[in-house]
């Protein structure tokens, strides 16, 4: 089982739509969260950290099932800048431990 | 600007050629890292370092090799003995208990 698995898309919604991504993962001692947004042939850029409790970003919205092992990500009122891959990861330890990325999810939002 | 710098942009390789691949920060974070990312795929953990003078192998260190002289500096050189080197390359700072954040990358292709 791989230790981050996300859908690859692409999932392709019209402008101000909501769309869903759902991750998986298989470290069940999996410590932090965080989803990281890539832009085509650019660096992966911090989007938000996930708590437990879940937390809210302006249109983003982020869940952590920690029972299910599930991370969510909620993007209200899609922009058309929002269209990227999405990059779900998780870290097992805390410190300076490192990092398990997800493929990512492709998000493409049309006019 | 505080940030991380990757140099070249782009970069091209001969047979049998070592390159060496810089990765600079400026925002005083102990920990430095290395990844590769191949089209369609995840990021794949290269090298890490936590401290000055000290690195670990990630899970696909072969045919690579890092120092860490300095806090701000941790290059990577991609020697002969990687047979397959064509790929974005990644590098990340983090300070303690935080996300990591990248440079823009640096693009290997083989000539």
């Given at each position: ?5 996300q859908d ?8 101000g739509?909501?769309v869903?991504f ?6 069940s001692?999996?410590q932090?969260?965080?989803?990281y947004r890539?832009?085509?042939?650019k660096e ?6 996930v708590y ?6 302006g249109?983003?919205t982020?869940?952590?099932?920690r029972a299910?092992?599930?991370i969510?990500?909620?993007?209200r ?14 870290r097992?330890?805390s410190g ?7 493929k990512g999810t ?5 006019p | 600007d ?16 070592n ?6 920060q400026n925002?005083?974070?102990?920990a430095?890292?290395?990844y ?9 953990l290269?090298?890490y ?10 899970d696909i260190a ?7 002289e300095?806090k701000?500096s ?9 047979k ?8 990340a700072s983090?300070a303690?208990n935080?996300?990591q954040?990248?440079g823009?990358?640096t ?5």
């Open positions: 089982r791989k230790e981050v698995e690859p898309g692409p999932f392709n919604v019209p402008e739509a909501t869903a759902n991750c998986t993962y298989s470290n001692a999996s932090s969260f965080f989803w890539q832009d085509c042939r992966p850029k911090l989007l938000m950290s437990s409790s879940g937390n809210e970003d249109r983003f982020a869940q952590l099932n299910s092992q599930y969510s990500l909620l993007i009122d899609s922009k058309l800048s929002d269209s990227a891959t999405y990059l779900c990861v998780v097992v330890n300076y431990s490192t990092l398990t990325f997800g492709m998000l493409l939002v049309s | 505080g940030g991380i710098t990757q140099s070249p942009k782009y970069l091209f390789r001969k047979e049998g050629q390159v060496t691949l810089s990765c600079e925002l005083n974070h102990d430095m890292y290395w590769r990312q191949d089209p369609g795929q995840g990021l794949r290269i090298y370092s936590q401290i000055v003078n000290d690195f670990q192998k990630g072969e045919g690579y090799s890092v120092s860490r300095k701000e941790f290059p990577l050189t991609v020697t002969s003995a990687q397959n080197p064509t790929a974005f390359y990644l590098c983090s303690l935080q996300p954040h990248f823009d990358g693009r290997l292709s083989i000539l």
